[in-house]
T-cell receptor, first 113, second 115 residues
Framework: DGGITQSPKYLFRKEGQNVTLSCEQN?????MYWYRQDPGQGLRLIYY???????QKGDIAEGYSVSREKKESFPLTVTSAQKNPTAFYLC????????????FGPGTRLTVL | GENVEQHPSTLSVQEGDSAVIKCTYS??????FPWYKQELGKRPQLIID?????GEKKDQRIAVTLNKTAKHFSLHITETQPEDSAVYFC??????????????FGTGTQLKVEL
């Protein structure tokens, strides 16, 4: 999991602003995922992508957008439409086949001021 | 969609005792069940996983059991140590046709191992 990086570690946003969270992996994984973690609620899937230029909504996609222009990168934009964006955001990746274990990045903690 | 329930939410054990965390799932199509350990402020890390064609899997002090009929699976940690203190998450999901897998996570168990 050391091959997955997220930036920034901490992010502060004013209400009404869009922000983009970065996720990069050098593990040559095809699939990438974004999760949101809130206290007491575990991890919830926002979006996932199995291949470049394709992605699917997860369970809580409203107010978020993603892109997958490169295999290594899967940025997440938190838009102003997301009513409660303060959370810990985790990116993960996995191989397309085989074990398919999801490996997580270190996370970005987003706070709305 | 899949729904995963995890119990207990907190668990306190004495060093050397065993700890058991239980999860139930709703979707009979789920066929992959990983367990993650997350220390405070850190990323979740896979500690063990099991697939639906296996009933039990063990790795040193950690074991996972799966009962497909009852749709529940459990994590067993023996001879607990202070460094086992963390939040543990179970997850259930299926392998995606196009690659990867889609997981639904439980709400986590805060394990505290006391000296």
């Amino acid at each position: 999991d050391g091959g997955i990086t997220q930036s920034p570690k901490y992010l502060f946003r004013k209400e009404g602003q869009n922000v983009t969270l970065s996720c990069e992996q050098n593990l040559n994984h095809d699939a990438m995922y974004w999760y949101r973690q809130d206290p007491g609620q575990g991890l919830r899937l926002i979006y996932y992508s199995q291949i470049v230029n394709d992605f699917q909504k997860g369970d809580i996609a409203e107010g978020y957008s993603v892109s997958r222009e490169k295999k290594e990168s899967f940025p997440l934009t938190v838009t102003s439409a997301q009513k409660n964006p303060t959370a810990f955001y985790l990116c993960a990746s996995s191989m397309k086949a085989g074990a398919r274990t999801q490996y997580f990045g270190p996370g970005t903690r987003l706070t709305v001021l | 969609g899949e729904n995963v329930e995890q119990h207990p939410s907190t668990l306190s054990v004495q060093e050397g005792d065993s700890a058991v965390i239980k999860c139930t799932y709703s979707d009979s199509a789920s066929n992959y069940f990983p367990w993650y350990k997350q220390e405070l402020g850190k990323r979740p890390q896979l500690i063990i996983d099991i697939r639906s064609n296996v009933g039990e899997k063990k790795d040193q002090r950690i074991a996972v059991t799966l009962n497909k009929t009852a749709k529940h699976f459990s994590l067993h940690i023996t001879e607990t140590q202070p460094e086992d203190s963390a939040v543990y998450f179970c997850a259930a999901g299926g392998i995606l046709t196009g690659g990867g897998n889609k997981l639904t996570f439980g709400t986590g168990t805060q394990l505290k191992v006391e000296l």
